[in-house]
């Protein structure tokens, strides 16, 4: 069976990854330079840092069989299991950082970047035509969709499938964040990171203390109400803010270079309590279907290879 999956996140290549272990001939599709969605890991000069999302947890039995083999693989590490106090569950992170991840799961699969989908159609025969922006069209019997869902029922009008209307209604936090790559060390304590400093900062991380990166590199993530007061200034004016506002964990170091990243679909409110939504041949996956997290989207994946083959 030909399979296309729309999103290169750990829904969407989980999915993909089951179906081709099954023996279908599966492809993913992604905007993006490179997968992972939001296992994201940027390099600015020698620095290596994590500007999606910083780690994962696990408490399903299902998620934590795949963890342990990343674990087993070299893939995945635990960091640490909390951050100002230890509630027990191992917070993990990908041993190169979290696009490692994605990587892993990628290096068997056709997975093509850079490809933006303009519409889908649903055929007659009631197989799908999926268009992508240069004019090229990719034929499958099924179809599993894991972006965001503003950007799913977008691609989907043109398929004239009867999705309800609650599901799109999710409304989604928008996030900022600041790359800072320092001539020094930052004065974020062991572990590496620090969760809900202030009410305008929700994640701090030191990339060195995580063991990602050989130079002194901070990860700042804005709250979702300081990133929405803020998401329409001035770039320049607004990458100065979020540079003040870092510097209190830049100790003594001077910041060298950085940059800002906007997540626009960050977290979704109010997920649906399905790990999927199925009409037939679609698929709807992702961590608005599931739950808020990186074991919610990788779930959601998971049951929508389960729910095709």
Request: one cysteine or more.
């Amino acid at each position: 069976m030909r399979v296309v999956v729309i999103g290169a996140g750990i829904a969407g290549l989980l999915a993909a990854q089951q179906l081709h272990s099954a023996g279908h001939e599966v492809t993913v599709l992604d905007k993006g330079k490179s997968p992972g969605g939001r296992l994201a890991t940027r390099r600015i000069g020698a620095a290596t840092l994590d500007h999606g999302a910083q780690f994962f947890t696990v408490r399903d039995a299902q998620f934590d069989h795949h963890v342990q083999q990343w674990v087993h693989d070299g893939v995945v590490r635990e960091w640490c299991k909390g951050f100002s106090q230890h509630d027990g569950h191992p917070r993990y992170i990908g041993t190169a950082g979290m696009s490692s991840v994605a990587k892993h799961l990628a290096r068997d699969l056709d997975v093509r970047c850079n490809t933006f989908v303009f519409e889908v159609l649903r055929n007659e025969d009631t197989t799908w035509s999926t268009r992508i922006d240069d004019g090229s069209v990719f034929q499958s019997d099924a179809l599993v969709v894991t972006c965001p869902l503003p950007q799913a029922y977008s691609l989907l009008i043109t398929a004239h499938v009867d999705i309800p209307e609650a599901l799109f209604q999710c409304a989604y936090d928008r996030t900022l964040g600041l790359l800072a790559v320092l001539d020094g060390n930052t004065s974020v304590p062991a572990p590496g990171g620090i969760q809900n400093p202030n009410s305008d900062v929700q994640f701090v991380a030191d990339n060195v203390r995580k063991g990602i990166s050989s130079v002194p590199a901070l990860t700042v993530h804005f709250s979702p109400t300081f990133s929405e007061q803020h998401w329409d200034d001035n770039p320049d004016a607004l990458h100065q803010l979020l540079l003040q506002h870092a510097r209190k964990w830049c100790g003594n170091a001077t910041v060298i270079d950085s940059q800002v990243k906007k997540w626009p679909f960050a977290t979704p409110h109010t997920p649906s309590p399905d790990r999927i939504w199925q009409h037939e041949s679609l698929v709807i996956a992702g961590d608005a279907m599931s739950g808020p997290t990186v074991e919610g989207a990788a779930l959601s994946g998971l049951s929508a290879a389960a729910a095709i083959s």
